[in-house]
């Protein structure tokens, strides 16, 4: 924090107050136990997206005409689709596009929401006014619908913008095209919820003595925005960036459910449940259907947590 | 307080026109083309370029929007390029109603169950019937639409054969029950949650130690006292719901085949049939933001304290 640099002697000593805030924090984080739960499943979820080449026992794509539809065995532990494909082997490689899409589009919503919550409560006045009357206006939309309709319409442009810069067509080819086109669609209509969370902040900051003591001694705007306001504003975005991966998670696997998110091959959870859903009386539905849903649910309950832990540990005095 | 109405009602117009816009320019832009869709994929050209003139669909951008704009004031919303020569504004009347409906008891199912639960959570804070109560508010936060109704599905319908799949048949007929319980889950996860922080908020206040002291009976207190400020803001969160509320309506009724507005948007969605979907675009943005406004103008008469700039 800026107005307490007094102390600071040397480099040792810094690092030393560095660990100790870290340690600190870890006690304070610890002792909510739902907390260190959600955070385990995240690591989780990371660990089988990075790793998922490794821990899938088939190929998430290969189908096996002779086995469809079939109930969990040895050899296929969650059975398998209507195509055969093994539902383990999706289950896992649906995480990879899970941890590329959830801190994609989580960090671009920030990024704009940041630019625009910082300028409009620094700022103020008509540019304020502007800017969250846009922000109204994102949010007079159905949230949903919005996301449906953005993919809908750039969903081509961008497969042909990706087709144009060349060597990228084994890329598309993969499905990785609707990756970044769920990224945007659903970054579009998650920002104006953030540019709300740090205007507010601003707002409050912009008063504070420091900011003030900043401006006596001559620091820019910029410099007042990113080296005094945001980082006394970021407890409470890292809260936000937690429970907003969840949300993206939710709302990928929804958009997908529809059919316009990701589409297979490309593993992920939300077409997963899509594909199987004409099959919800079959015998093996429940774990068909289920087993994906389950994991969707247990990320968004995982990072719930994890933000509450934040939350508590980040913010003593509430 | 009047200006405040009036400044948040005057606001309305201009957020309708750029919802119409920003609808109306990805419609346009938007890819697969409604006369194709509508003609069928071997249609001859020159009837698709006769149909789309027919349609004044080959005309500019702006013009075509603001005729839109025109017609619209005046209450005509066009007609359903799925369903041909249907008027817009007939085509969603029933679908609508439907929709309030289910949505209405979806939420008076919340409110009924939801405060009930989160009053006895707060009061026994710190018991099983709490700890189980909130790991139910936790479950039905983090369970999507699309997950609970297969598994409501499966179990009622098909494991023990006890309700029809789905369909509709109006308010009073066991067709309702499943669409309910996959739509009131999240509604009644969030009442029970903010239901049980502001009972135990308002538990802590000094005028709840007041009516104690001064031997009111408990339920007195929880009734008079604790209930009338810890219901507040259950009323801001009611706002707040709509969002959710019109996301899961669109998966609930496409799931169960229900004939309302949901279902009507995703079949329009896929036949791009744009007249629909920006009709409902507005209707949903507008009674949004009015009904935001009830909420935050309503809050006056039920918490004195706030004032408006």
Redesign the interface.
């Known amino acids: 924090m800026p107005q307490e640099g007094k102390k600071v002697s040397g480099m040792e000593e810094a690092r030393a107050a560095r660990q100790r805030g870290w340690l600190v924090f870890w006690r304070r984080f610890s002792r909510n136990r739902l907390a260190v739960v959600g955070l385990f499943i995240v690591g989780l979820m990371f660990f089988t997206g990075i790793f998922a080449p490794w821990l899938a026992p088939y190929s998430y794509r290969e189908t096996d005409l002779e086995a469809v539809e079939e109930m969990p065995s040895w050899k296929h532990p969650l059975g398998t689709d209507e195509l055969g494909r093994d539902q383990l082997s999706r289950l896992i490689w649906g995480a990879r596009t899970a941890i590329i899409i959830a801190p994609a589009a989580t960090l671009v919503g920030l990024l704009l929401g940041l630019l625009m919550g910082a300028l409009a409560g620094y700022i103020g006045g008509r540019v304020d006014g502007l800017i969250m ?1 846009l922000a ?2 994102l ?7 919005f996301a ?3 993919a ?2 750039i ?2 442009r961008v497969e042909a913008w990706l087709k144009s810069i060349g060597g990228l067509e084994g890329f598309v080819k993969a499905g990785y095209a609707q990756v970044l086109v769920v990224i945007i669609a659903l970054s579009a209509v998650g920002w104006p919820g953030m540019a709300r969370l740090v205007r507010g902040q601003i707002l409050s900051l912009k008063e504070e003595q420091f900011v003030e003591a900043a401006r006596a001694l001559g620091a820019s705007p910029w410099q007042i925005i990113w080296r005094h306001l945001l980082p006394n504003a970021l407890a409470p975005v890292v809260v936000a960036v937690s429970m907003g991966m ?1 949300g993206v998670i ?1 709302a990928e ?2 958009l997908s ?2 059919g316009i998110g990701i589409r297979p091959p490309t593993p992920s959870w939300g077409s997963m ?1 899509y594909d199987n ?1 004409s099959f ?2 079959h015998p093996a ?2 774990v068909l ?2 087993a994906p ?2 994991v ?3 990320l ?2 995982a990072f ?2 994890l933000g509450d832990g934040l939350n508590e540990a980040l913010r003593p005095g509430l | 307080m009047l200006v405040y109405i009036v400044r948040r009602l005057l606001w309305l117009p201009l957020l309708l026109l750029l919802v119409g816009l920003i609808t109306f320019a990805l419609g346009l832009y938007g890819p697969g083309d409604p006369v194709q869709v509508m003609l069928g994929p071997h249609a001859n050209p020159e009837a698709v370029a006769r149909v789309r003139y027919e349609l004044g669909l080959d005309r500019p951008f702006f013009v075509q929007y603001v005729d839109y704009i025109w017609k619209a004031l005046r209450g005509d919303l066009g007609e359903s390029l799925q369903y041909r020569g249907q008027p817009v504004g007939r085509l969603i009347a029933s679908p609508l109603w439907v929709s309030v409906q289910l949505n209405g008891v979806a939420l008076a199912l919340g409110l009924v169950v939801g405060i009930p639960l989160g009053v006895i959570a707060a009061l026994r804070r710190n018991t099983w019937l709490d700890y189980l109560t909130v790991s139910g508010v936790v479950a039905g936060i983090s369970l999507p639409t699309f997950v609970i109704a297969p598994i409501v599905m499966w179990f009622l319908a098909f494991r023990f054969r006890l309700l029809p799949t789905g369909g509709w048949e109006g308010v009073f007929s066991q067709r309702i029950i499943m669409p309910v319980i996959v739509l009131s889950t999240g509604p009644i996860a969030v009442f029970v949650r903010q239901t049980r922080a502001s009972v135990l908020e308002v538990m802590g206040q000094d005028y709840v130690r007041t009516a104690r002291a001064k031997g009111l009976r408990e339920r007195m207190v929880i009734v008079r006292h604790v209930l009338r400020n810890a219901l507040i803001p259950i009323f801001t969160i009611m706002g707040l719901m709509m969002g959710s509320l019109v996301t899961g309506t669109f998966v609930t009724e496409t799931i169960f085949g229900i004939p309302g507005i949901g279902r009507l948007g995703v079949e329009s969605f896929f036949s791009r049939d744009y007249p629909v979907i920006i009709a409902l675009t507005l209707l949903v943005a507008s009674s949004y933001t009015l009904v935001n406004l009830l909420v935050d103008t309503g809050y006056r008469f039920l918490d004195p304290r706030i004032r408006y700039e």
Do not use: E, H
């Not at chain 1, 949010?139 to 619908?145: E, N, S, Y």
């Open positions: 009357r109204d206006l949010f007079a939309f159905p949230g949903l619908l449906i309709l953005v809908a319409t969903q081509p969840g939710l696997a929804t459910f529809f449940i859903y919800w009386r539905a429940p259907l289920w849903g389950l969707v649910a247990s968004v309950f719930n947590f």
